[in-house]
């Protein structure tokens, strides 16, 4: 498997020495790294054809628009996106998840209905139901997990029921690396006519999603965990939906008319983005989506997954070492804890050899505590990563072991 070796030259921060070593990041799950492609045209945008969008007429105004638009284009299809006007450009998973738990979840969710979740969910999508479920007074329902990270869905077929308005599942776990069968999920939800809502932070840097398959309501993800800049994300909602919510965010753009007393709203996806968006990082993001399918997200699936059977492996073989999450079916995370070493020493050890990986809860509290560990320690692999950095974590753990054991 070549690709990690052939794309690195693109990355130049992985030329980077940290603490004298050279970067082994295995960090990307977190956020990833920036290839040239993205930097340059987020550079030339502001360079050359900077300036608002959707206001002036002037010319630097319509380019900046038709490059704006353009990037919408492009993801939409990228996430094979029923509708384009259904493709909102938010900051990011969570703002997407708040959009949908504010203006669908707040009007539409009734009290005494049930929101079905899982335990495996980041905090991104969790807690916003959670004060949607204490504001119309709805249950929380928890899909089980097996011991092995994944999902029952025999429960889940009990669970989701006539009484649910809302399913809110994650695509990829953080944490276990698990693959959620969301297609399923999706289907048990309009099968009792609740609508589904699927965070695919996880999933949309390192697989093809194929959203007129899925068939969800609404899908999130971000665009810094896929090679974007930060501060844009995108939610994807049905647009018989998005129309009938109220706005989540006011000002600018968003309206059509204003009185006095009151105001009236603009068409979608305009309707959801209110205020000057973030229009280099949409930018950005258009660049880094030409630039994952010039790979090719199969090819990037295949290679996340050879590097996370490798690592899981190579760490399985290591003495005292628990891992976390199924076997197969699993995006590019392994988490796992050394007997005896903290996860934060584990991490601040590896850090001096220059290896970035995360360690703590990983904005999984719940998930922690049903595998009754307070952290772990987490490695994710990207399209950049190489068997090598798989070596030189599991050195880091020897050297680790010696050390702090
Ligand atoms: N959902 C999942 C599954 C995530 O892994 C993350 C971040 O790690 C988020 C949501 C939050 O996204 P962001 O990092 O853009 O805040």
């Known amino acids: ?52 969008v959707h206001r002036g007429i002037h010319t630097l105004g319509e380019a900046a628009t038709g490059d704006y638009e353009a990037a919408r284009g492009s993801i939409a299809e ?19 998840i708040n959009l949908v738990a504010h203006s669908y979840g707040k009007k539409f969710v009734k009290h005494g209905q049930s929101i079905v979740l899982t335990p495996m969910e980041h905090h991104a999508n969790l807690v916003p139901w959670q004060l949607v479920a204490k504001f119309v007074g709805a249950e929380l329902r928890f899909i089980p997990m097996k011991s092995d990270g994944t999902l029952d869905l025999a ?21 276990l690396g698990t693959i959620n069968p ?16 699927i965070d695919g932070a996880q999933a949309v840097p390192h697989m093809p999603v194929n959203l007129r398959e899925m068939n969800p309501d609404f899908y999130s993800f971000s665009g810094h965990k896929m090679l974007g800049p930060t501060g844009i ?8 939906i998005l129309n009938d919510m109220d706005p989540f965010l006011t000002g600018g753009e968003m309206i059509r008319e204003v ?42 699936a295949q290679m996340d997954h050879y590097l996370t059977t490798h690592a899981l492996e190579k760490l399985a073989s290591e003495p005292d070492i628990a891992l976390y999450g199924p076997l197969s079916q699993r995006g590019a995370v392994t988490s796992f804890n050394v007997k005896g070493i903290h996860p934060h020493d584990l991490a601040a050890l590896l850090d001096r050899e220059g290896i970035a990986i995360r360690a703590g809860h990983h904005c999984c509290q719940p998930l922690m505590r049903w595998l009754d560990v307070q952290a772990t320690a987490r490695a ?26």
């Open 380 to 405: 994710s692999f990207y399209l950049y990563n190489t068997a090598d950095d798989v070596a030189a974590l599991i050195e880091g753990v020897r050297t680790a072991r010696k050390v702090l054991a």
């Open 259 to 300: 009185y006095l007393d009151h105001a009236t709203w603009n068409d979608l996806p305009y309707k959801f983005e209110a205020g000057t968006p973030a229009i280099a990082e949409a930018i950005g993001l258009h660049a880094a989506v030409r630039y994952l399918q010039e790979i090719g997200m199969e090819r990037i």
């Open 155 to 175: 429960e889940a077929r009990k669970l989701i029921d006539k009484t649910t308005a809302m399913v809110a599942v994650t695509h990829a776990s953080n944490v």
């Open 78 to 96: 990228f996430i094979q996106a029923p509708a384009l006007e259904g493709v909102i450009f938010t900051r990011g998973t969570p703002e997407s």
């Open 182 to 197: 969301v297609g399923e999920i999706v289907e048990l939800a309009h099968k009792v006519g609740a609508k589904a809502v």
């Open 233 to 240: 994300g995108v939610l994807y909602g049905r647009p018989e």
């Open 1 to 52: 498997m070549l690709l990690g070796r052939d794309v690195r030259k693109d990355f130049p921060i992985l030329n980077v020495k940290v603490n004298g070593k050279p970067l082994v990041y295995l960090d990307s799950a977190a956020s990833s790294q920036k290839p040239n492609a993205v930097l340059e045209s987020y550079c030339r945008f502001c360079e050359q054809r900077y300036s608002n």
